[in-house]
């Protein structure tokens, strides 16, 4: 248990339709990060949200959508995706003060693009 | 742009060590140390803020050779527990305190065995 809750765990989708990715922080944590992770690939920074705005926008699709309501809690809604979408997606909260600080991840969401 | 890490995998018996190599071609803020069991989420081990810093935890100490421009960790009398990918993500100078944007090797892939 990290203090980082994703939900779902695993995620089934056709190109076209809409889903969302959720992530929840206990920690108290001031940013919350959407990590893509690749098979075979490093793991790629996507969207980062400091205080609830967002300060990072790695040339993300915008197929991909964030949205941070509060300090606790991330959403990555998703639509009309491609195959190649297909990854494990990874939600992280970190308490900067300086340096991004120390990482703390949740166990991530499997999506599978049909 | 993403660090390279050296070797991409490596097998050891118990009580064996290793040395993981962390490489940028940028100057470096800071240096941070992930593992990831499979099918868990990376889990933190350290943060190298220093040229020339070194850190230990438990029998998993780094280094971080800010001329060279790169950090190693040290794996020593390892245990099965170990097993598992190891990352690096690095923080650059250009961009340091404040920059959100740590970016990840590839992953060196540790399997102990008995």
């Known amino acids: 248990e990290t203090g980082v809750t994703q939900t779902p765990r695993h995620l089934v989708m056709g190109m076209t339709n809409k889903k969302s990715l959720k992530c929840e922080q206990h920690?108290?944590?001031?940013?919350m990060y959407w990590y893509k992770q690749s098979a075979k690939k490093p793991l790629e920074l996507m969207f980062v949200?400091?205080?609830?705005?967002?300060?990072e926008n790695n040339s993300v699709p915008s197929r991909f959508s964030p949205e941070c309501p509060n300090s606790s809690h991330l959403f990555l809604h998703l639509h009309t995706l491609q195959p190649e979408d297909s990854a494990l997606y990874l939600c992280?909260?970190?308490?900067?003060?300086?340096?991004?600080?120390?990482?703390?991840f949740g166990e991530g969401s499997r999506l599978t693009v049909l | 742009q993403q660090p390279v890490q050296s070797p991409q995998a490596v097998i050891l018996r118990e009580g064996e060590d290793a040395v993981i190599n962390c490489s940028s071609s940028?100057?470096?803020?800071?240096v941070h140390w992930y593992r990831q069991k499979h099918g868990e989420a990376p889990v933190f081990l350290m943060i190298?803020?220093?040229?020339?810093e070194q850190k230990g935890h438990e029998k998993i100490s780094a280094s971080f050779n800010e001329k060279k421009q790169q950090s190693s960790l040290y794996l020593t009398a390892s245990q099965l527990s170990y097993s598992g990918t190891y990352f690096c993500?690095?923080?650059?100078?250009?961009?340091?305190?404040?920059?959100?944007?740590?970016?990840f090797g590839k992953g060196t892939k540790l399997s102990v065995i008995p």
């Open positions: 992280a909260s970190s308490q900067v003060t300086g340096d991004t600080g120390e990482l703390f």
């Open positions: 920690l108290g944590h001031n940013a």
């Open positions: 949200y400091s205080l609830e705005e967002r300060v």
């Open positions: 940028k100057a470096l803020y800071s």
């Open positions: 190298l803020l220093k040229g020339g």
């Open positions: 993500g690095t923080l650059g100078r250009d961009s340091g305190a404040g920059s959100y944007q740590l970016t």
